[in-house]
C-alpha cells in the first residue's frame, strides 16, 4: 500500500483541498506511476462542481497525468521502472467488447473506468475507496493497457494536457479527414483548442479559430491558425459562410449551434466535443439545407492515444502552459471559467508533498 497526497472537492461546493489516500501496491500487469504533472481540464471543473449530475464525492479530479514508473507488478512487459508515461481519462474496460476489439475503449460497452469518480469494474480497487480518484495526486496505480509512453521530446509538464486535451482533438480531426487542402476551424482557443490548433496545422490543414475573444488574435496565428474570426462580429460570421469543411466546438458552456453550423460547407461536418451542461439547440434546416453532419466525440482510444504523441513529438508541437502549485487549483478554476488561461494549467505534483 502506498500512501499519497492529493487535492480533492468533499462537496459539489467546497473548494479543492488537501487529501491523504492509499494507492494500492502493483497487481499482476499493473504500474505505480510517480506522478510529476497533472493538466487541468475544463472536464475537472464540470465534475468537482457535479455540473454534469452524478458526481461521487470526495472527488479527486484530474485526468491529463504525466510521470514516470515507480513500480511494476508481476507479468509486467511494456514498462519498466524510470519509463515516462502518461494516463488519459481512462483507467480499465471490459477488453472484450466489440468497442474494446476496435481500439475504442472509451466506448465500452460493458462501461469505460474513468479515470476518477468511477465504479472499479474488471480489475482491483484502492485500498478503501469506493470510486477511482485522479491525478490531482503524488501517485496512482493502473493496468499497462491504460498506460502511455511520452517520447522524449515533449517534456512531462508539456505533454501533461496531450492525455486529453490532445487525443480529444487528435481523433475527431483524423477521423474527418484534417489534412492538406482542407479548411479546419476550431470554435474555443482554451486547452482544448490550441491543441486542435496545433495539431490541425502539424496535418496540413489550413486552420480558422473562432473565438469569443478578439484578445486571442495574436495568438490563434502564433499557435499556427491561417485565419481568426470573432463569433461576435456578424460581419466576419457572414463572409465566413459555407467556408469550412469541418468544425470542431470546443465551447464548454451554451451556444448557438445554428450560427456555427452555418460556416460549414455543403455536406461538411461540425464535430462536438465541448460539453456543456445543458441542452443544445441545432434547427433541422441548419441540418437539412446543407447535407450537413453533426457530430460527436469523445476522447480517443490508447493505442490512438500513443499514436498521437508519437505524432506531435514528431511536429514539435505540445501544450502550451502554466504550471501552478497545487494550492492554486481553486484560483485556477476561476480563472477556467473567465477563459483567462493561456493554454492550460498543469500542476507541478511535488507541491503536494
Ligand atoms: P477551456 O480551456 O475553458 O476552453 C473553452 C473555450 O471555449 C474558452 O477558452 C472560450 O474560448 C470558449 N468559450 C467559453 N464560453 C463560451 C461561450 N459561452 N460561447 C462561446 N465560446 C465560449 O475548456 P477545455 O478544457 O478546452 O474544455 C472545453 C470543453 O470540452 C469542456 O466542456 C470539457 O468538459 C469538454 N471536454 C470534452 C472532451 C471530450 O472527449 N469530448 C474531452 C475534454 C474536455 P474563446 O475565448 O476563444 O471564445
Ligand atoms: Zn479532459
Redesign the pocket.
Known amino acids: 500500500m502506498i500512501s499519497a497526497k492529493a487535492f480533492a472537492a468533499a462537496t459539489a461546493r467546497a473548494p479543492l483541498a488537501p487529501m491523504d489516500l492509499k494507492r494500492r501496491d502493483p497487481a499482476p500487469g499493473e504500474v505505480l506511476i510517480d506522478i510529476h504533472y497533472c493538466g487541468?481540464?475544463?472536464?475537472d471543473?464540470?465534475c468537482a462542481r457535479d455540473e454534469w449530475g452524478g458526481q461521487p464525492f470526495p472527488c479527486v479530479p484530474g485526468h491529463e497525468i504525466a510521470g514516470t514508473v515507480a513500480a511494476i507488478g508481476a507479468g509486467v512487459t511494456r514498462y519498466a521502472i524510470g519509463d515516462r508515461v502518461g494516463v488519459g481519462?481512462m483507467v480499465d474496460s471490459c477488453g472484450e467488447c466489440d468497442a474494446c476489439k476496435a481500439g475504442l475503449e472509451?466506448h465500452c460497452q460493458k462501461g469505460t473506468v474513468w479515470t476518477y469518480g468511477a465504479t472499479p469494474l474488471y480489475g482491483p480497487a484502492d485500498p478503501g475507496a469506493a470510486h477511482t480518484f485522479g491525478g490531482y495526486s503524488t501517485a496512482i496505480t493502473v493496468s499497462q493497457d491504460f498506460v502511455v509512453r511520452i517520447p522524449d521530446a515533449l517534456p512531462l509538464d508539456h505533454a501533461a494536457p496531450m492525455l486529453?486535451?490532445g487525443?480529444?482533438m487528435y481523433?475527431p480531426l483524423k477521423r474527418f479527414g484534417a489534412g492538406k487542402g482542407r479548411k479546419v476551424g476550431i470554435?474555443?482557443?482554451?486547452?482544448?483548442?490550441?491543441m486542435g490548433v496545433k495539431i490541425a496545422h502539424a496535418l496540413g490543414a489550413h486552420v480558422t479559430?473562432?473565438?469569443?475573444?478578439r484578445s486571442?488574435t495574436a495568438d490563434?496565428l502564433k499557435l499556427g491558425a491561417d485565419a481568426v474570426i470573432v463569433?461576435a462580429d456578424a460581419a466576419e460570421m457572414r463572409a465566413a459562410a459555407t467556408s469550412l469543411d469541418l468544425i470542431v466546438d470546443?465551447?464548454?458552456?451554451?451556444?448557438d449551434i445554428d450560427a456555427y453550423m452555418a460556416l460549414v460547407r455543403l455536406e461538411g461536418a461540425l464535430v462536438?466535443?465541448?460539453?456543456?451542461p445543458e441542452h443544445l439547440k441545432v434547427s433541422p434546416f441548419t441540418l437539412v439545407g446543407q447535407r450537413r453532419i453533426f457530430a460527436?466525440?469523445?476522447?480517443?482510444g490508447i493505442a490512438e492515444t500513443q499514436e498521437m504523441l508519437d505524432f506531435c513529438a514528431a511536429h514539435g508541437v505540445m501544450s502550451d502552459i502554466e504550471l501552478i502549485p497545487a494550492q492554486k487549483i481553486n484560483e485556477a478554476y476561476a480563472r477556467?471559467?473567465r477563459?483567462d488561461?493561456k493554454?492550460?494549467f498543469v500542476i507541478d505534483s511535488a507541491t503536494m508533498k
Open positions: 487541468i481540464c475544463h472536464s471543473l464540470h481519462c472509451q486529453c486535451a487525443i480529444t481523433s470554435i474555443g482557443l482554451g486547452g482544448l483548442g490550441h479559430v473562432i473565438t469569443t475573444s486571442k490563434a463569433s470546443t465551447v464548454s458552456a451554451v451556444h462536438l466535443v465541448g460539453l456543456p460527436g466525440s469523445n476522447i480517443g477556467l471559467e477563459g488561461v493554454y492550460r
